[in-house]
């Protein structure tokens, strides 16, 4: 598009800030149209730019605070503001879960008409190097002849020029220079679009994604980066089945763990399963969820998509027995390897649809007293609206997105007469705009 046909921006303007947007954005009313300004808090008066405009709202860029609230902070990491992995960084972390639980609460509200009972409080853990998976972008920027290795700058395609990630578990946080440099030592360079981080309680891997056959040279490198650094290298050259171990070669593909201690169960996985990203809120996130789901030593519980087990198995301690059901195949094999080797057999595993028809499904009719649910981000509307009967007793929704979890809550309340017992938020990615949350339901109607 020619410069003629480019919009022009309005000039800069001074604003002071209503309110704050879940991703961390602040709200201001310009004219009587809300504008989303980036590393604006609530209450600020600062001088912004516009980025963009669009019909309903326009969005900014803090160029100067003002009048500062006394919520802000120093941004701790340097690439803050040009790095999109973050956005919250200029707010302390009390008040960011503060934020997080009023945003919860207020989705609750005006999306499913629904208020908890008790509102719980926040689950926290480690602010910094928390961060046990992500995927780095990686660009070859051929004018300047250096690697990029990282995320996404905000609003935008281009990778931001790290050189270190304050929110990445440390052993790969420390050290995304040495991947820059690592990547344009290799002929294929230009070929290397990710790399998949994955940590586990005793080691760490690499997944380098390539698009072009690596030379022994290359192969070499990565290996020697492996030896050196004591990381698994993997090489992904196609799909998830193309994933394959470089160093150290010939042991079992099952090479990362992590333990969970209070249920005396070891969980392994593979490097690119989906696991929670922040290991300490994890135990505190499955130790509440059994306390608000009460597991009794006569109860079947269903645990719907169960992932590698990671509810299922500790509920399987405290339980008779435990159903989990997940869509994807391969984390369904390896809940059941999870089981077996943990010696935990009141315990079956199931792959189905879970947004599909459940009624046709073996396990379905089986009866269970509770219920857990894990969902992404699109929620559970499909299984909330098809509950197994005889209901469950006793419901704990485990959610990634306020706005799922609060449509959801409205059908089992409205619809199934359930009440929302308690609700509240967890930090689970801190820094971040992202809202992870936690709600027990109970059958009102028995």
Sequence with gaps: MSNKCRKKLPEPRIATIDDMAHDGRGIAHIEGKAVFIHRALPGEEVLFRYCRTRGKFDEGDVLEVIRPSPQRVEPRCGHFGICGGCSLQHLGAEDQIA????????????IGRVEPEIVLPPLTAG??????????????????????????ERSSSFLANLKHCEVLHPRIGEHVDELSALVGRL??????????????????????RHLADLNAADLGLLRDY???????????????????????????SYVLGYCLPDYDVKMQFRPTDFTQVNAELNRKMIAQAIELLDPQPGERILDLFCGLGNFSLPLARRADHVVGVEGEAGLVARARENAVRNGIDNVAFHATDLNGDLSLEPWYGEGFDKLLLDPSRSGASVVVANLPEPLPKRIVYVSCDPATLARDAGTLVHEQGYRLVSAGVMDMFPQTGHIESIALFELSRQ
């Design 187 to 208: 002929s294929i360079k230009d070929q290397i679009p990710q790399i998949e981080v994955a940590v586990g309680d005793d080691s760490a891997a690499l997944v380098f």
């Design 127 to 152: 602010s910094w190097g928390y961060r046990r998976k992500a995927r780095l972008g990686v660009k070859y920027m051929r004018r300047d002849q250096v690697v990029r290795v990282g995320f996404r």
């Design 99 to 110: 934020a997080k639980q009023q945003h919860l609460l207020g989705s609750l509200r005006k």
């Design 226 to 252: 492996g030896r050196e650094r004591q990381l698994l290298i993997f090489l992904q050259s196609g799909g998830p089945k193309t994933i394959a171990r470089l160093w150290p070669e010939g042991e079992e």
